[in-house]
């Protein structure tokens, strides 16, 4: 990576961070600071707005670098990867979507407590959201401080820990400043940017041969010298029992966990109706499938035009395939072309994960403020407005998710990723779909659900080979690993679900018949919606 | 907007409505302590200050009981159940095939596709599908019945003690912004 790249790269960068700021500016300038403002934006975007907003929440440079690495480097396996995330969307729009944008006000402890003791249900609900959105949150931390070493070439320690910083510090202010308002409108201009980027390179190589499909499979698995092996699964989770179980178990958190993310649930209370929100979540769809559609393009072009050795020379885990196969698409190292090339995608990511921090920020704001604060604070103690210690608490998870970044930057954390979509399917969904459709769940249910899931999800991981006893462990010098798989879900979420079931069956209280009929009549047809 | 807001915030914040406190006008789950637009502290409503002959919980059993709400729901339910069942079946056969059943994955289909490319790029083809489907079903066998009720449920609840809010969010903020084919019946 020479002078030139980094340079235009860090030109555009700057843009971003420019524009970016202009539009937190611009949208704060006459704000009144109510909790409708700042969590929801007033609840008045399109649904063309939201979708993208939504596309551009979820789409973390996990997927726009690590899937097409993926792909350069296994083949068929980063496919089998990208398939989860999409169709975990189908239980967006068929379960959640509508009913909680009817029902809720601002997260998703306000779906469960409309229906069950408010104190208990709020402070379970409230701990596992900001549970999932810090694991979250650490993964893209880490990850936009070795991606910036990686692309700019800056591979020294203290520039990555600025980048982690500087990161932290533009998502408090964004979120703080802006809230949901300006967080959507960043949400956007990262979408556009990232489907801009992401067809031209698919057009460009797809282009390289001639439109044929057939053509560029053969030269990918010929490169990349695992032959046909290159398209069938297998190569990254297959082999061991324990590897193929891994998968699966990765697979039902992707899927599961999606519909129970804090930050994507936040999105649907954005928009004024339910309808809405179900014709936001269809443009969202839309959006993210063609974008794995063309990363599945991506990665087998990296592989073919790339080759797996250059791209794992570059990075152990494939993620600057799409920048290497970007500098190849535009002509190589040396021209110009190479170079804006290299830049346009080095930025595309840099705007992915500010975009995607922000959102992740902002619901976990949220959670502690109408959640957590609200029903943990003395009743007797002084006011404060809702919003103000949303602002602090936006602080406050800024400069955890910086000081947990800056500790684990070394470490190999790609399986937070994995860990946070657990989490949600295990701890979130249960509890939001038992509170959606089940007549007698109780507010024993509710917390019992939660923790449930939580705890076991949590525990199972401290006991898994990420945290201790292998060579890539967190921590490889000592032995605690009593659990197989790395990824807990296959375990965790149906603990999650049976743990729901038996404090609910195990409660002294009745469940509240009228309560039940509230919630159903008002998911379904949006009766008294705010 | 703004009026609506400082109407948001003017709730009572004491549970005065007794151990069975709606939590959808509870204070905790409204914005507490909102210092927006009017400034002014949430003055306390008397709950006892209208009559209550019908409650809104009795509103809603009502409604829930009644056919066009069965009919709504039903709707739904026949539609949402078998496509859960049949995507996530599907998906979890896809996964559990790849990790399991390499053979059959490999086969080839035509040129470099095999049965996994096939299979993979017939994920995103059934969501998309489904997408489709259920976006339609919903607009033209839900959307109506579901607003009628929730028009007649809204006027139900009207004059309802507790019901301020209620009454003051009847019309979505959408309501307000008119933008496409969203405007006007939403």
């Known amino acids: ?530 | 907007m703004e009026k609506h807001d400082g109407r948001e915030t003017a709730q009572p914040r004491t549970g005065d409505r007794g151990g069975a406190g709606d939590p959808w006008y509870d204070a905790l789950a409204s914005g507490w302590g909102e210092l927006d637009g009017t400034g002014a502290p949430a003055p306390a409503v008397p709950a006892q200050s209208v009559p209550r002959e019908r409650s809104a919980a009795g509103v809603y059993l009502e409604v829930q009981r009644s056919a066009a709400f069965q009919e709504v729901r039903g709707r739904y339910r026949r539609f949402v159940v078998p496509a859960v069942a049949i995507f996530f079946a599907w998906y979890v056969a896809y996964v559990v095939a790849a990790t399991s059943a390499p053979d059959l994955m490999a086969r080839q289909v035509a040129g470099s596709v095999n049965v996994a490319m096939v299979a993979g790029l017939g994920q995103f083809a059934s969501t998309f599908l489904l997408t489709w489907l259920y976006a339609r079903h919903a607009r033209l066998r839900r959307d109506r019945p579901a607003l009628e009720l929730r028009w007649d449920t809204q006027e139900m609840t009207r004059g309802i003690a507790d019901s301020t809010r209620m009454n003051g969010s009847a019309r979505p903020h959408g309501a307000g912004r008119v933008r496409g084919s969203e405007g006007g019946q939403w």
């Open chain 1, 1 to 530: 990576m020479t002078g030139t790249h980094q340079t235009l790269a860090l030109v555009l960068f700057s843009a971003f961070v420019a524009v970016t700021l202009g539009i937190t500016t611009w949208v704060s300038r006459n704000r009144h600071g109510s909790a409708e403002e700042f969590y929801a934006g007033g609840r008045l975007f399109s649904p063309m707005e939201n979708g993208f907003a939504i596309a551009g929440d979820y789409m973390s440079a996990a997927s726009f670098l690590g899937i097409s690495g993926l792909i350069a480097l296994f083949g068929y396996d980063g496919l089998l990867y990208s398939v989860g995330f999409l169709v975990a969307w189908l239980v967006v729009l068929f379960l959640v979507a509508e009913l909680v944008r009817n029902c809720g006000r601002f997260t998703l402890a306000d779906v469960v407590a409309a229906r069950m003791r408010e104190r208990p249900v709020r402070i379970a609900a409230g701990t596992s959201s900001v549970t999932v959105s810090v694991l979250y949150l650490v993964a893209q931390m880490v990850g936009a401080g070795s991606l910036v070493a990686l692309l700019l070439g800056g591979t020294s320690g203290a520039a990555q820990a600025w980048t982690v910083v500087g990161v932290g510090a533009l998502m408090v202010i964004y979120v703080s400043m802006g809230g949901m308002r300006a967080t959507t409108w960043i949400q956007i201009v990262k979408a556009v940017l990232l489907m801009g980027g992401t067809i031209a390179l698919t057009v460009l190589v797809l282009a390289h041969f001639h439109g044929d499909f057939n053509q560029l499979l053969r030269t990918a698995a010929a490169r990349s010298g695992h032959g046909s092996d290159f398209l069938v699964p297998g190569l990254k989770y297959g082999g061991s029992w324990t590897a193929r179980f891994d998968f699966i178990s990765l697979g039902l958190a992707l899927v599961l966990g999606t519909a129970g993310l804090p930050h994507i649930l936040s999105r649907f209370y954005t928009v004024p109706t339910a309808r809405a929100a179900r014709r936001s979540v269809v443009w969202s769809i839309g959006l993210i499938g063609s974008f794995y559609l063309m990363t599945i393009v991506l990665g087998f072009g990296a592989a073919a035009l790339v080759g797996p050795d250059a791209v794992r020379g570059s990075n152990a885990a494939g993620n600057t395939a799409v920048p290497l196969l970007a500098l190849d698409l535009g002509g190589g190292a040396d021209s110009t072309g190479g170079t804006v090339l290299f830049a346009i995608v080095a930025a595309v990511a840099f705007a992915t994960i500010l975009a995607v921090v922000a959102g992740i920020t902002l619901a976990s704001s949220a959670s502690v403020a109408h959640d957590l604060y609200a029903s943990l604070r003395r009743p007797g103690g002084k006011q404060r407005s809702e919003v103000a210690v949303a602002r602090v608490a936006a602080a406050g998870i800024g400069v955890l998710a910086i000081g947990l970044g800056l500790l684990a930057r070394d470490l190999n954390v790609a399986f937070l990723v994995g860990l946070a979509f657990a989490v949600a399917a295990s701890a979130n969904l249960p509890v939001l779909l038992y509170s959606l459709f089940w007549r007698n769940f109780t507010t024993r249910g509710a917390v019992w659900s939660v923790y449930g899931g939580l705890l076991p999800a949590l525990a199972l991981v401290v006991l898994s080979p990420v945290v201790s006893g292998s060579p890539t462990s967190l921590f490889p010098g000592v032995d605690f690993q009593y659990f197989p798989l790395e990824n807990p879900g296959l375990v965790s979420i149906p603990l999650g679900f049976l743990a729901g079931w038996l404090g609910t069956v195990t409660s002294p209280e009745p469940p509240d018949e009228a309560k039940h009929a509230e919630t159903e009549v008002r998911a379904l047809t949006g009766a008294g919606a705010v």
